[in-house]
């Protein structure tokens, strides 16, 4: 069966630290990835998605950059921190039919 | 622009009794709608999914309808019990790749 892993779940960091979260799939190949970003009490915001290895579309201008290096692993990352990039961040992927599904989400708080 | 509208933004209900969530989209060429459930600080979990033929899907005590010609769905909570509180979410994909999320109903269950 298809899992996804996200690690960490919570992180506390310092504003101009770098950042680096971590989501590997399992069971399937060649998956869309997606990263997303959830405010508190707001939705979910596409920040970036890849359809194959070294392919990567950003949805949002940010501090942010995602990178995949592997099919099954994708990775997104910051050289500084931001106040601002406090939030609840979701990795999930697609197999190009009807499965959809988010890893457990790390909370990163900026400090 | 591809939107998806969830109503309402947030609910009180007592336990045992029913609930109705609304979604209306505007994601045009319509391929699926999903359903997801996500309990605080955890990622979405898929409750139903449905693909343009699909009038209604049950999951449990969850059913959804969708009607693809008004680009309306709902989904029903029937018998709402304490572990139902959580944030529902409504995303419709218009292609393989990418998905349009609605910001999510906010539901407290009462004892």
């Known amino acids: 069966s298809q899992t996804i892993h996200q690690w960490p779940a919570t992180l506390v960091q310092p504003v101009g630290s770098p950042l680096s979260l971590e989501c590997t799939v399992e069971?399937?190949?060649?998956?869309?990835l997606y990263w997303y970003r959830q405010a508190a009490g707001r939705g979910l915001q596409l920040l970036f998605y890849?359809?194959?290895?070294?392919?990567i579309s950003s949805e949002v201008p940010q501090n942010l950059s995602a990178s995949r290096p592997q099919d099954r692993q994708f990775i997104l990352s910051s050289k500084k921190l931001l106040l601002s990039d406090s939030g609840f961040y979701l990795c999930?992927?697609?197999?190009?039919?009807?499965?959809?599904?988010f890893g457990q989400g790390t909370r990163l708080t900026v400090v | 622009k591809n939107q998806v509208e969830q109503s309402p933004q947030s609910l009180i209900i007592l336990e045992g009794k029913n609930c109705t969530l609304q979604?209306?989209?505007?994601?045009?060429?319509?391929?699926?709608l999903r359903w997801y459930k996500q309990d605080t600080g955890r990622g979405p979990v898929s409750l139903t999914i449905?693909?343009?033929?699909?009038n209604t899907k049950s999951n449990g005590r969850y059913t959804a309808t969708l009607d693809a010609d008004t680009k309306q769905s709902s989904l029903h909570i029937t018998a709402s019990q304490l572990s139902d509180s959580a944030s529902y979410i409504c995303?419709?994909?218009?292609?393989?790749?990418?998905?349009?999320f609605g910001a999510g109903t906010t539901v407290t269950v009462r004892a």
């Open positions: 979604c209306n989209y505007t994601v045009s060429p319509f391929s699926n």
């Open positions: 069971g399937t190949s060649n998956p869309n």
């Open positions: 449905m693909t343009f033929s699909e």
């Open positions: 995303v419709v994909s218009a292609n393989d790749y990418k998905l349009s």
């Open positions: 890849s359809v194959g290895i070294g392919q």
């Open positions: 999930a992927w697609t197999d190009g039919g009807l499965g959809a599904f």
